[in-house]
Structures are given as structure tokens and as C-alpha cells.
Nanobody, 124 residues
Framework: HVQLVESGGGSVEAGKSLRLACVPH????????MAWFRQAPGKEREGVAE????????YYADSVKGRFTISIESASKTLYLQMNSLKPDDSAVYYC??????????????????WGQGTQVTVS
């Protein structure tokens, strides 16, 4: 069983930064793809950034390239999303996701079975 718990959301002014964290509990996978998604009201869930635990190569949506950084703390497998130069369009509920994988990773939400509860990010 995999449980993901996000934290770090909040309300900030445009141009400011936030860092989200996703702590995996009862983590049974030694290898996995982990990712951040977001969903604004009335919009589909959008992939933001992904990284495989083993190869560590990040991939970003065009809308966040150069502003957001995804990382994984190796010992605890805590997933982070550093968000800089935030814009009002970044406002959404942010979710972390994880899926057992031996190399593949994706920003397609259908790839993932395990999701966190979400954390709200509001940029004004």
C-alpha cells in the first residue's frame, strides 16, 4: 500500500516562491515514477513535472520550464516541487502521484494509481 501526503501549499503574490513536499508513507516500491500534477477549477488535471527515482532525469511541462524544479530526497523518497516566479495561472490544487516503474515515467495521469490528497496553491 502506498500513501502520499502533500504539504506546502498556500497563498502568495505573483513572483514569489513556494515549495511543495510529498511524503510517501508505507512505501513499498523501491523503484517508481513520481510526478506532480495540478488541477484548476473547471480544467483537466495537468501534468507539471515528473522524475523517475532511479534515473533522476526530470521532465517538465512547457508552462513551468525554467520556473519549477522537481527533486527527490533519496533516503526518504520525499518528492519536492520548488516553484519560483509564480503566476496567477499557476493557481490550482497540486497533487503528487507515484507508480511502480522500472524506468518509464509519464505526465499522463492515467499512468498513476497512487495519488495524494492535494494541496491548494493560490497566486494573486
Amino acid at each position: 500500500h502506498v500513501q502520499l501526503v502533500e504539504s506546502g501549499g498556500g497563498s502568495v503574490e505573483a513572483g514569489k516562491s513556494l515549495r511543495l513536499a510529498c511524503v510517501p508513507h508505507l512505501y513499498a516500491y523501491t523503484t517508481a515514477c513520481m510526478a506532480w500534477f495540478r488541477q484548476a477549477p473547471g480544467k483537466e488535471r495537468e501534468g507539471v513535472a515528473e522524475m523517475h527515482i532511479e534515473n533522476g532525469t526530470p521532465y517538465y511541462a512547457d508552462s513551468v520550464k525554467g520556473r519549477f524544479t522537481i527533486s527527490i530526497e533519496s533516503a526518504s523518497k520525499t518528492l519536492y516541487l520548488q516553484m519560483n516566479s509564480l503566476k496567477p495561472d499557476d493557481s490550482a490544487v497540486y497533487y503528487c502521484a507515484a507508480e511502480r516503474s522500472w524506468g518509464l515515467c509519464s505526465l499522463d495521469p492515467k499512468f498513476f494509481r497512487h495519488w495524494g490528497q492535494g494541496t491548494q496553491v493560490t497566486v494573486s
